[in-house]
């Protein structure tokens, strides 16, 4: 029997793919940075080659990328979680505050002398505990009051912000700056010294393999567990998977406290690895970033994994800019604008979906008359790839010379 | 009597308080009875005041220029900046039919950035505070009368006057006229009015474009009254949310959001006036900042239950 790859999707070729659509945002977004630059008369391609170099120039950059990209993969499985459930959560600032204040009176008021193999996974569970618990207050207030998540997530943001301004100066201050938590001793910190000599004293920590293990864990869950399933079912129908008996109001809360979770392990990584100190009155904006992270990764755990690097190095090279001139905000505006291009996917998928679509019905007809030529009855759909590629040639030339016959 | 001092000094700065959520919170008034979620008061504010003190900054150094003078074209530069800018939401939300809460916060983030980019480029710093805001002045006559006047009409911000007017107005317009049914008719059953010959895409860009403007006003009204500078750091404290917050708690409706945002802006005056004040001079000043959002959050969760939203609210057509 023919076991090769018969093309019997025809609707599937002809729409584009996601990563098309991500792509084709992330180039528009850049062309919008490139007419920002121009438009203060500076050069788009040396600002560009900057960015890069700053990122990527030597082996303390990669790894000060990739210690940024750690908190931004985090945050952006964290949005992708609760948006595969239908819920919008711009509460990853304040998830991250609540997880990265809870890391550090942890870290400073724990023994010196506690073994890290015991030291690590309390944190790390300490943290994602409370932001859990602060994910899952605003799913319990959308399930049980209706309170539009973005609203009230976007409270829960502020009264984090002030919970941690109450909290440095009453637990953790550093005497001689009094806006700054004490800094973490590096032993309680998720650094490694191996990670560190070998990247030449950058900031990537132990937190780039949770993010992984953590991509991981939330593929599996998405896909390989009822769990999943269920709130999977309550993203895509809330009222269908209400009629199939999903409990819709415990799938709200339980996403809001996994999403919650995460991001505050994105605060963790992020004040007890990426830095080591925590600022009064400053709100994290990677997490409004991991927004972006997840949109463009089109909420798959590859895809965010991937669009978090490429964030990661345009929020560490932008720090070279300043060489040429041009603002380093010029990052964040390229950012926003993909996320508005993301935002807006309609119109890039429908703009490839016509291209295929006009470009796949003209190979369609092309391997029709070659098939004619040859006199072979099959339909097209009964063809391996590589006979329809195969075909698809013969017959172009024949559609051609025909064209030209008449 | 030291209570009725207290009294006489939160009020006024309440009522300051009030006015830019009161404009942000009708914006979204407008949009949202269009049938266009609007998440993006915050950024639309935040530009307003980007704009404006760009504007004021620049005439205010022009030497002879009237300084309220400068002050009316800035809150005009405003409002025609936060239009413009309302603009790219309306065109995703109604013409490429995206989803609407993720455009929004597309907007929030793009004037967050925007406006600190173009500030760097201006000033070189993320900051840009400006000479002289509105003065504070009485209203003759009616601030001599007993309790009221105080409460009322002393020290007041003349685009308090404004602000106030543009409320009446818009009250009129949404209620009283045609042309307000038709635009409330397109956030409740769009098909409907289209059928009825409307075009419910133009109601839709008038509605996201009200939203623009008037939250323009409401930025440039924090500029010139309270705050006196652009500040990119902290932005505007997510006052854009606190307006729609306030829009969910007043129902929908114009006297609803009236009552709603003056409760915040009470709020937001003990949270940024506490320390002033002997009785709430014990509470730590975290506790104070944070109290405007947990009031908030307790309001939504007596209001949202029983939720007034415009039926097509968010679904595009």
Known sequence: ?406 | MELWSVITSIIPSAIAYTIPILMGALGGLYSERSGVTNLCIEGLMLFGVFSSAATIVKLQAIPGFSFNLAIVIGIIVAMVASTLLSLLHAFAAINLKANQVISGTAINMLSTAVSLFLAQTITGSGNITIVRAVIRQNVPILSKIPVIGPLFFSSTYWTTWICLLLWAASWFLLYKTSFGLRLRACGEHPSAVASAGVNVHKMRYIGVMASGLLSGIGGACILVTYAGEYNAGSGINGLGYLAIAALIFGQWKPLGILGSTFFFGLCMTIANMGKVFPIFQSIPTGYLGMFPYLATLIALIFSSRKSAAPLASGEPF
């Not at chain 1, 015991?118 to 899952?136: E, H, K, Q, R």
């Open chain 1, 1 to 406: 029997m023919n076991k090769k790859k018969v093309i019997n999707k025809p609707l599937e070729a002809r729409k584009a793919s996601p990563l098309v659509v991500s792509l084709s945002a992330v180039f528009l977004g850049i062309v919008a940075g490139c007419v920002f630059i121009l438009c203060i008369g500076k050069n788009p391609f040396a600002g560009f080659e900057r960015i890069l170099f700053g990122a990527l120039s030597n082996t303390r950059r990669i790894g000060n990328t990739l210690g940024m990209s750690t908190q931004l993969i985090l945050i952006g499985l964290s949005v992708a979680f609760a948006f595969k459930t239908g819920l919008f959560n711009i509460g990853a600032p304040g998830q991250m505050l609540i997880g990265g204040i809870t890391g550090s009176i942890l870290a400073y008021y724990l023994p010196m002398d506690m073994p890290r193999i015991i030291y690590l996974p309390l944190i790390v569970i300490a943290s994602m505990l409370t932001g859990a618990l602060w994910g899952f207050l605003s799913g319990f207030l959308k399930a049980k009051f209706n309170v539009h998540e973005v609203v009230s997530t976007i409270m829960l943001n502020w009264i984090a912000y002030w919970i941690v301004y109450d909290f440095i100066p009453r637990f953790i201050i550093d005497p001689t700056i009094s806006v700054k938590s004490k800094p973490i001793e590096t032993v309680h910190t998720l650094r490694a010294d191996w990670l560190t000599s070998l990247t030449s004293f950058s900031t990537m920590n132990y937190g780039f393999f949770i993010a992984i293990v953590m991509c991981v864990v939330v593929w599996f869950i998405l896909q390989k567990t009822t769990l999943g399933f269920n709130l999977k079912a309550v993203g895509s129908n809330r009222f269908c998977a209400e009629y199939a008996g999903i409990k819709v109001n415990r799938s709200i809360m339980i996403s809001m406290a996994i999403a919650g979770a995460l991001a505050s392990l994105g605060g963790l990584t992020y004040y007890c690895g990426y830095s080591n100190i925590m600022e009064m009155g400053k709100m994290p904006s990677e997490g409004f970033d991991g927004i972006a992270v997840a949109l463009l990764g089109n909420c798959s755990p590859v895809g965010i994994f991937f669009s978090a690097i490429f964030f990661g190095i345009l929020k560490m090279g932008r720090g070279s800019l300043a060489a040429t001139g041009i603002p380093t905000e010029i990052a964040d505006t390229i950012i926003a604008t993909i996320i508005y291009f993301t935002a807006t996917n309609v119109i890039l998928a429908s703009f490839w979906n016509g291209l295929f679509k006009s470009s796949f019905s003209r190979k369609e007809e092309a391997v029709a008359a070659a098939l004619k030529a040859r006199g072979d009855d099959r339909g097209v759909d009964k063809l391996s790839k590589e006979e329809f590629k195969q075909l698809a040639k013969e017959g172009k030339a024949l559609v051609a010379g025909k064209k030209e016959g008449r």
